[in-house]
Structure formats: structure tokens, C-alpha cells
């Protein structure tokens, strides 16, 4: 199996901290056909907590989290990277990413059984599409070792 690497546009919205206000935005996405690969969130402040998502198809869809209160992510031009899991998989990237000079904003991660899936944050396109290069070229390149 080898590695997919493309960009995906986040959304993102900040909401009160209250019971339920999760289970509000999942609902209203998933009334809209969204089938979510990423889910993030974490507190902002004592009374707000911010919600990151991904993907979302269409005007449905985006119409639908717009209704929610979430919004493109602006400033986080984000990279999705699947493939084999294997011992040392995020150092390798990071490396690749760092010996290209581009800075990562931020990096979400996960593995199930074989397969990993991580989320890199950019600050900018270019950022992002010069990582992409990056990540490809050095996860060809371990495929072939």
C-alpha cells in the first residue's frame, strides 16, 4: 500500500462551552450526508471551546456547518497523509517537511491497526504544496528501502 497526500480544507468554529453543542454540530453535518475523517477539539478559554473538521463535500454540507457556526479554517492550509503505520512514520515526515524549511503550524495523528492518518497544518498554500512535494518524495523514497 503506498501513501496518499493531498490537501483538504478544514473547518472550524469556536462555540460556548455548554453540553451539547458538540452533539449540535455532528447532528446538523451528519443530516447533510457528512462523513467526517477528522474531528478536533479543544478549549480556547474557560468558556469556549473550538471545533475542527474535516472533510466536507459540497454546498450541502458547507451550508450546513455555516448554519452551525463553523467557517473555513482560515491560516491552516492543511495536508492529509494515509498510509502503513510503522515505527518512526512522524519523525520521517517531520524531517522531510523541516529539511525543505517549512515550518509545521500544527499536526494531528492517529493509527488504527496498519494504516496512520495524519493531519499537518501550514501557514500558508505555499507552505503546504512545497510539504506536499516533500512528503511525497520522501515517502517514495522509504517505500523503495
Keep these: 500500500m503506498s501513501y496518499a497526500v493531498k490537501k483538504v480544507e478544514v473547518w472550524a468554529g469556536d462555540f460556548v462551552n455548554r453540553p451539547g453543542i458538540l452533539a449540535r454540530v455532528l447532528e446538523a453535518l451528519t443530516q447533510a450526508g457528512a462523513q467526517l475523517e477528522f474531528l478536533v477539539g479543544r478549549r480556547v478559554t474557560e468558556h469556549t471551546s473550538r471545533i475542527f473538521v474535516a ?40 524531517r522531510a517537511i523541516a529539511a525543505n524549511d517549512v515550518n509545521i503550524r500544527g499536526i494531528s495523528a492517529a493509527a488504527l491497526g496498519r494504516k496512520a492518518v495524519f493531519y499537518f497544518a501550514f501557514a500558508s498554500d505555499q507552505e503546504a504544496r512545497a510539504a506536499m512535494s516533500a512528503l511525497r518524495k520522501a515517502l517514495r523514497a522509504s517505500k523503495r528501502r
Design 55 to 94: 472533510p466536507l463535500k459540497g454546498k450541502r454540507q458547507k451550508s450546513a456547518a455555516g448554519a452551525v457556526g463553523l467557517v473555513p479554517a482560515r491560516g491552516m492550509n492543511a495536508v492529509r497523509v494515509e498510509g502503513p503505520d510503522r515505527a518512526g512514520l512522524g519523525a520521517e515526515m517531520s
